[in-house]
């Protein structure tokens, strides 16, 4: 399999991600568990036997939510309950809510009152991190989480499954580290993967199963760094890569096009701080830990947070900062679903954060029904254009 076949493969299993999904339930007869937030411990539902999925909602017009729910809702919980409602999901056996924004958490309400899958449960994880209590804490909740789904299933998770799957999904997230990697350091006549397609790497890996996806990037990650090792006569090895350089920052890009429109306009993504893509990856499992639960909170813990969790030792500021300095950034794009207000709470302050080293930025919102691409567009070729200008 090349390169090309290998991102074709990743693409359709992007724009259809319940087609795909379904297709594995059928082929491997496992249970497949959707889930919102990648605070999600996937290792537990993988060591049961399951499938983890996340709903990332449609780009398509609201049929049933809107009646369950207030007007100011962001899109994802209007578009995935929506999903629900019509009968898209009806090939999952249970949702996952754990702890994250208050929407989601009330959406986890309607869900089981609404849906009546099989399965449901809540994982209220700690909002304040960096406590002993709020680690035992959530170990008591992933034991729980852990138990729930053994009683379900009828199954035994054991150790040796976690450590099993923890071994999986590190390799998932050493696999995703690396095509950043190669995308952030390669030269402008190397552009060897779009932006939109790293994205969709990082979605492909929420949609189907881990032992899937590890040997598509397997495949796609060999073909790269062969291309990225090329002596191409074309390249000046001395002449430095003018492109502006630009990270995105906020919830999850349901639009990968979006960041398309940078390198369209002569830009290029260096990096993100998303949840679907650094965030998701961005920390492993510690495999030496022969508490594999113990060893799957402290991942959480440790992670870099999003804007629904609290943790005095980790300033998004500071971690965004660091990206864009890492990257050798020249400006950041604030992309927010609308209605989103962690983010939207964060989002002054991260702000001034990056006016501290005087990198510009931009905000995008977006809603998923609705998204208005063409002035998405119109904006962020003025933005990449004013990078270059200021260069």
Not at 183 to 206: E, F, H, P, T, Y
Request: glycine letters at 4%; one cysteine or more; a negative charge.
């Amino acid at each position: 399999m090349g390169r090309e076949e290998a991102l074709k493969k990743i693409r359709d299993i992007v724009n259809d991600p319940v087609g795909s999904v379904k297709k594995f339930k059928d082929n491997e007869k496992k249970p497949v568990f959707s889930y919102f937030c990648t605070y999600t411990p996937e290792e537990i539902i993988h060591a049961a036997g399951g499938i983890p999925f996340r709903i990332m909602g449609e780009t398509k017009s609201v049929e049933r939510a809107d009646s369950h729910l207030q007007s100011y809702s962001c899109s994802l919980v209007r578009t995935g309950l929506d999903m629900a409602l019509l009968g898209r999901l009806d090939f999952i056996e249970g949702t996952v809510f754990p702890h994250t924004c208050d929407s989601i958490q009330r959406l986890s309400d309607i869900w089981k009152a609404n849906a009546k899958y099989p399965y449901h449960t809540d994982i209220v994880l700690p909002v304040k991190l960096n406590t002993k209590s709020a680690r035992n804490y959530l170990i008591e909740e992933l034991e729980a989480f852990k138990e729930s789904l053994e009683k379900h299933l009828s199954v035994k998770i054991t150790d040796e499954k976690l450590q099993e799957s923890i071994k999986l999904y590190n390799k998932m997230r050493e696999n995703l580290a690396r095509l950043y990697k190669i995308k952030r350091d390669a030269q402008k006549s190397q552009q060897l993967i779009l932006a939109s397609d790293v994205n969709n790497c990082v979605k492909a890996a929420m949609y189907i199963p881990v032992e899937e996806h590890n040997k598509l990037m397997d495949e796609l990650l060999d073909n790269l760094d062969e291309g990225s090792n090329i002596d191409d006569n074309n390249i000046d090895k001395n002449k430095s890569d003018d492109r502006p350089r630009v990270i995105f920052s906020g919830t999850l890009c349901v639009f990968p096009e979006i960041l398309d429109y940078v390198e369209e306009a002569g830009g290029v993504v260096v990096g993100d701080d998303m949840c679907t893509g650094y965030r998701y990856f961005a920390t492993k499992v510690d495999e030496s830990n022969n508490n594999p639960i113990d060893a799957i909170s402290d991942r959480i813990i440790k992670r870099p947070i999003c804007a629904a969790k609290h943790n005095p030792d980790f300033d998004r500021g500071s971690f965004l900062k660091g990206l864009s300095k890492d990257a050798n950034a020249d400006g950041v794009v604030f992309l927010l679903l609308k209605f989103c207000d962690p983010h939207s709470f964060d989002y002054p302050y991260l702000v001034e954060s990056l006016k501290e080293i005087e990198i510009p930025s931009i905000l995008i919102e977006a809603e998923m029904d609705n998204p208005a691409l063409g002035q998405v567009q119109t904006r962020i070729e003025a933005f990449v254009e004013m990078i270059r200008e200021n260069k």
